[in-house]
């Protein structure tokens, strides 16, 4: 018997065996059979995606756990460093991460995503809630047509406007350096050009404006779950309208702006094609741009050790977000969705 065909047994035996137990748990609990069979069949599916989702995943991190040598001889066993863990092996894991973290500027490369993200998700959930809580709690004209104006924003992907942006931004770079230029002669302080390109600050606000659409789509359905009985009672105490948004909406609403935080954060955090038009020098690489430059090194050789390694640095973040942070997701994502 091969190895394949072992691991295909166990999987269908794993399979064949929580069928039977979900069928055996619903028969017990009064169900009839044909309820049984649907509800067992549910937890087979749930599994079977559960493995398809677990194992590419648990793949990446074993490989990551041995050097490249290893991973061409033979790319799906277990990693050497587990099955004889000596001290060599153990140095040879480790050079994988030391060379991905320093050599290969992954250090640099964490802490330029990191900033972007923060900033955009912070910036994107304060003018979202701002805007959400304005759409969703007072009447004025023209009320529904700036909330279908996000919606219509949700609609363009990010490939049709790259090119008028890219020119938009060179213009913007023009009509500003004139202005900077005129004011640093006079002032006699030196020449002073604003560049739009190669800049964080420019991919953050570009960030912003795209992620701001959907966000504020799922925020005004979560504002409008929240009881409007107590914005009044606050008003009523002499709250002002601020205080009203910041002390009782604002923390009513935490599951959405939970909600909304992970799905921008995991947007920007695996943005790559905004991040590769707008950013030239290596020193403001993102971590996707970062993990593609590794794939080759300098003699044109293949690091997959190094390659993979740089993968799991990218992916452990955004995981331990969604774990951490998952209840909140669930709910603001329900809510926000299912109030219209």
């Known amino acids: 018997m091969t190895r394949w065909t072992l691991v295909g047994t166990l999987v269908l035996g794993l399979i064949a065996l929580v069928a039977g137990l979900a069928w055996l748990l619903h028969r017990r609990r009064g169900h009839t059979r044909g309820e049984a069979l649907v509800r067992s069949a549910g937890y087979v599916l749930l599994w079977t995606h559960c493995l398809l989702v677990v194992t590419p995943f648990l793949w990446v991190i074993l490989t990551s756990l041995k050097p490249s040598r290893e991973i061409l001889a033979s790319p799906f066993s277990v990693p050497r460093v587990l099955r004889e863990p000596t001290a060599a092996s153990w140095r040879q894991t480790a050079d994988n991460y030391a060379t991905a973290w320093t050599k290969s500027h992954f250090r640099s490369y964490f802490a330029n995503s990191v900033k972007i993200s923060a900033c955009t998700v912070v910036l994107t959930v304060g003018i979202a809630a701002m805007a959400a809580y304005v759409l969703a709690r007072f009447e004025f004209f023209g009320r529904k047509f700036l909330y279908l104006l996000f919606l219509a924003g949700m609609m363009f992907p990010a490939q049709l406007i790259l090119v008028p942006l890219f020119f938009q931004f060179s213009w913007m770079s023009d009509q500003l350096s004139a202005v900077t230029l005129a004011v640093t002669r006079a002032l006699g302080i030196g020449p002073y050009r604003v560049q739009m390109h190669n800049s964080h600050l420019t991919l953050i606000l570009l960030y912003t404006a795209v992620s701001l659409p959907f966000s504020v789509f799922v925020l005004t359905n979560f504002m409008r779950t929240i009881p409007s009985e107590l914005r009044e009672a606050a008003l009523m105490d002499g709250a002002t309208e601020w205080q009203a948004f910041w002390r009782v909406m604002l923390p009513m609403a935490r599951p959405g702006l939970v909600s909304v935080a992970i799905f921008n954060f995991l947007g920007v955090w695996n943005e790559y094609l905004y991040a590769l038009v707008f950013l030239d020098e290596e020193a403001m690489r993102t971590l996707p741009l970062g993990l593609a430059s590794v794939s080759i090194l300098a003699d044109y050789k293949s690091d997959y050790g190094l390659m993979f390694a740089g993968l799991v640095i990218t992916v ?20 926000g969705a299912l109030k219209g």
């Open 316 to 335: 452990l973040p955004i995981l331990a977000a969604y774990l951490f942070l998952q209840r909140h997701l669930t709910r603001g994502v329900t809510l």
